[in-house]
T-cell receptor, first 113, second 116 residues
């Protein structure tokens, strides 16, 4: 079974631009979560989508948004990029329940100049 | 809110040494507990998990027991290999009132370096 895939793997943007990252979950998984990983803050939860609805949200500003499509694929968008948005963005998928294991993709490395 | 604290690294060991990485948590509910491993340039891989008190998760020689009385989930391995060199993250699944979804709360990560 194919794992979680994320595209693109690397991105370079400049301050003020916006960016869209994509995540394809494991087949059959209906929940997709997004995490930001930085050296200073570690791994932080952004949001979770289930059946095209945002079910859970972390403590990030409104510049960070996401959506999920009917095939469970998900995108996250960051508008008005700031230098501090440079990070590894990880997507994880799981079946549905609270106790289900989350399986992570390789991540998208975003660099903001 | 819920949180995870794990020992600061880096941890440097010789091959075949015994490994312990401490992890403690605070949670208002009954979370599931996880250990994830991250190899250089890669995403996170699930190493093991435990979903209730006294459960023992194990995989690839690694073990961890869910201790509710001490709110701990320490990772152990009897004999480490060079290939175990990676960053290890302890995490819990946060359960929020009135929300069916889950978020993982991670510790800061512990870097393990094993030399031959």
């Amino acid at each position: 079974k194919a794992g979680v895939t994320q595209t693109p793997r690397y991105l370079i943007k400049t301050r003020g631009q916006q960016v869209t990252l994509s995540c394809s979950p494991i087949s059959g998984h209906r929940s997709v979560s997004w995490y930001q990983q930085t050296p200073g803050q570690g791994l932080q939860f952004l949001f979770e989508y289930f059946s095209e609805t945002q079910r859970n949200k972390g403590n990030f500003p409104g510049r960070f948004s996401g959506r999920q499509f009917s095939n469970s694929r998900s995108e996250m968008n960051v508008s008005t990029l700031e230098l501090g948005d440079s990070a590894l963005y990880l997507c994880a998928s799981s079946l549905a329940r609270v106790t289900d294991t989350q399986y992570f993709g390789p991540g998208t490395r975003l660099t903001v100049l | 809110g819920d949180s995870v604290t794990q020992m600061e690294g880096p941890v440097t060991l010789s091959e075949e040494a015994f490994l312990t990485i401490n992890c403690t948590y605070t949670a208002t509910g009954y979370p599931s507990l996880f250990w994830y491993v991250q190899y250089p340039g890669e995403g996170l891989q699930l190493l093991l998990k435990a979903t209730k008190a006294d459960d023992k998760g194990s995989n690839k020689g690694f073990e961890a027991t869910y201790r509710k009385e001490t709110t701990s989930f320490h990772l152990e391995k009897g004999s480490v290999q060079v290939s175990d060199s990676a960053v290890y993250f302890c995490a819990l699944s946060e359960t929020r009132a009135n929300q069916a979804g889950t978020a993982l709360i991670f510790g800061k990560g512990t870097t393990l370096s094993v030399s031959s």
